[in-house]
């Protein structure tokens, strides 16, 4: 029997669960800005944030020349000299921090996310610093899922490109392949909380079957939630613009991507409980 989730009631629920626990969730966050925060002092003190500063500006100027069609040559020769000279100075960090932003992003984000998920459906109120079994299955099947999808996505615009007669075409072709990929994608996002709260039941299959025919509402949600977290988007733009020393502006901008973590999860949270089956004796781990 298909069940209908409730979508603007699901994203309310989660907007006033996530309002309603603020001391908790900054309980949770806390550790981890502290962390971030030794990791953004690191590198400023190695001078990456001004190699960041260059780069950005770099490629904007030579977006710009681009766009508008004139010449910014000599501009553009001198912030390539001064950012390769950076470069030259940091050697290996460069790569190091490449390598590891998106690594500790990656963690923070699935320790929130699971003990956002367990917070909710469990009532587990742990806010410390670990990592286990859980953590490790929730991250590879995180890296898995974004693989997919970006290996799907490719694919999309590989093919359409085959038969799109302009760059136009090619971009509505994109932009339909997409948004039919994003529904699909949507219907195996119940594996998260799965995994969170230790189901054995759950995996992708699992997590397929008992969406059937909601993947346009769950995909609604998600536009919601993003909706939502558009003024906390406008902020973390704003603190980018700001010239704030890293210390302070990475860890803030963290923050914000945190609290907009925090709706989702209780959004996929409520969804997995919606859909799927109460645990029996020996389902959880």
Same mark, same amino acid.
């Given at each position: 029997m298909k069940k209908d989730l409730r979508v603007f009631q699901t994203v309310k629920t989660s907007i006033g669960y996530t309002i309603g626990h603020w001391k908790f969730l900054i309980r949770i966050i806390a550790p981890w800005l502290g962390l971030y925060a030794l990791f953004a002092l690191l590198f400023q003190m190695l001078g990456m944030v001004d190699y960041l500063n260059l780069s950005t500006e770099l490629n904007a100027t030579i977006e710009t020349a681009k766009t508008a069609s004139v010449s910014m040559d000599d501009v553009i020769e001198q912030l390539g000299f001064e950012t390769e000279a950076i470069a030259n100075q940091l050697g290996a960090w460069v790569s190091v921090y490449y390598i *590891?932003?998106?690594? *500790?992003? #990656? /963690? #923070?984000?699935s320790r929130i996310a699971i003990v956002w998920h367990r917070a909710y459906l469990l009532g587990e109120m742990q806010p410390k #610093?670990? %990592? @286990?079994? /859980?953590? %490790?299955? %929730? #991250? *590879?099947? %995180? /890296?898995g899922f974004v693989t997919l999808l970006f290996i799907a996505l490719s694919i999309a615009g590989g093919i359409s490109m085959g038969f799109a007669e302009s760059s136009t075409?090619? @971009?509505f072709v994109i932009i339909i392949s997409g948004l039919i990929l994003f529904v699909i994608a949507a219907r195996f996002l119940m594996v998260f909380p799965g995994i969170a709260v230790g189901d054995k039941r759950m995996n992708y299959r699992k997590s397929w079957q008992i969406t059937k025919g909601n993947g346009g509402d769950l995909y609604g949600g998600l536009l919601l939630i993003a909706f939502v977290c558009i003024p906390i988007f406008v902020i973390k733009a704003v603190i980018s613009h700001l010239g704030i020393t890293a210390i302070i502006a990475w860890p803030l901008q963290l923050f914000m991507w945190l609290i907009c973590l925090a709706l989702l999860q209780v959004f996929l949270s409520i969804s997995y409980q919606f859909f799927m089956p109460p645990p029996q004796a020996g389902d959880l781990q």
């Amino acid at each position: 029997m298909k069940k209908d989730l409730r979508v603007f009631q699901t994203v309310k629920t989660s907007i006033g669960y996530t309002i309603g626990h603020w001391k908790f969730l900054i309980r949770i966050i806390a550790p981890w800005l502290g962390l971030y925060a030794l990791f953004a002092l690191l590198f400023q003190m190695l001078g990456m944030v001004d190699y960041l500063n260059l780069s950005t500006e770099l490629n904007a100027t030579i977006e710009t020349a681009k766009t508008a069609s004139v010449s910014m040559d000599d501009v553009i020769e001198q912030l390539g000299f001064e950012t390769e000279a950076i470069a030259n100075q940091l050697g290996a960090w460069v790569s190091v921090y490449y390598i *590891l932003d998106p690594i *500790l992003h #990656i /963690v #923070i984000f699935s320790r929130i996310a699971i003990v956002w998920h367990r917070a909710y459906l469990l009532g587990e109120m742990q806010p410390k #610093i670990r %990592f @286990g079994a /859980v953590e %490790f299955r %929730f #991250i *590879l099947y %995180f /890296v898995g899922f974004v693989t997919l999808l970006f290996i799907a996505l490719s694919i999309a615009g590989g093919i359409s490109m085959g038969f799109a007669e302009s760059s136009t075409k090619w @971009g509505f072709v994109i932009i339909i392949s997409g948004l039919i990929l994003f529904v699909i994608a949507a219907r195996f996002l119940m594996v998260f909380p799965g995994i969170a709260v230790g189901d054995k039941r759950m995996n992708y299959r699992k997590s397929w079957q008992i969406t059937k025919g909601n993947g346009g509402d769950l995909y609604g949600g998600l536009l919601l939630i993003a909706f939502v977290c558009i003024p906390i988007f406008v902020i973390k733009a704003v603190i980018s613009h700001l010239g704030i020393t890293a210390i302070i502006a990475w860890p803030l901008q963290l923050f914000m991507w945190l609290i907009c973590l925090a709706l989702l999860q209780v959004f996929l949270s409520i969804s997995y409980q919606f859909f799927m089956p109460p645990p029996q004796a020996g389902d959880l781990q």
